[in-house]
């Protein structure tokens, strides 16, 4: 989670004002982070989410999200069941379209892990929306 004065510096492409404190969280999904994002989405493009600013000047891809991007994200989705987000993981198309971390990886095998990994993230939003906060995404 970011401060809203932290999205909007980073937004604004203002470096000297986007700093990140200790205390904004952070949740690591790993290599999680592609399948939760074509289960969220049903699209297999490396945008997270689908929104979010493009923040230059860092050696990851790092988006950021303002709150109300992501207040709209978890309106969308927190009425749907984890289960029916799980019920999209199909290791074969996964395989077939690239998901990360690709090269034929994927097996039923890692249902379980992403599921645990989905309700974290799910969990966050909830957090970040409550406290009325961005999201800065970065992935490595």
């Not at 600013?53 to 109300?68: G, L, N």
Request: glycine content about 4%; hydrophobic content about 40%; aromatic content about 10%.
């Amino acid at each position: 989670s970011i401060s809203k004065e932290a999205y909007l510096a980073a937004h604004d492409g203002n470096q000297s004002r986007f700093q990140l404190s200790a205390t904004d969280d952070v949740l690591d999904l790993d290599w999680n982070w592609h399948a939760i994002h074509f289960l969220l989405t049903g699209d297999s493009t490396l945008t997270f989410l689908l929104s979010g600013s493009q923040v230059t000047d860092v050696s990851e891809h790092c988006q950021v999200h303002s709150p109300e991007a992501i207040r709209d994200v978890f309106l969308r989705l927190k009425a749907i069941p984890d289960e029916d987000f799980m019920a999209r993981f199909n290791p074969t198309a996964f395989n077939a379209l690239n998901i990360y971390p690709g090269n034929g990886n994927w097996s039923a095998t890692n249902a379980a892990s992403i599921a645990t990994a989905l309700r974290k993230f799910l969990n966050k939003l909830q957090q970040t929306v409550d406290s009325d906060q961005g999201l800065m995404v970065v992935i490595c």
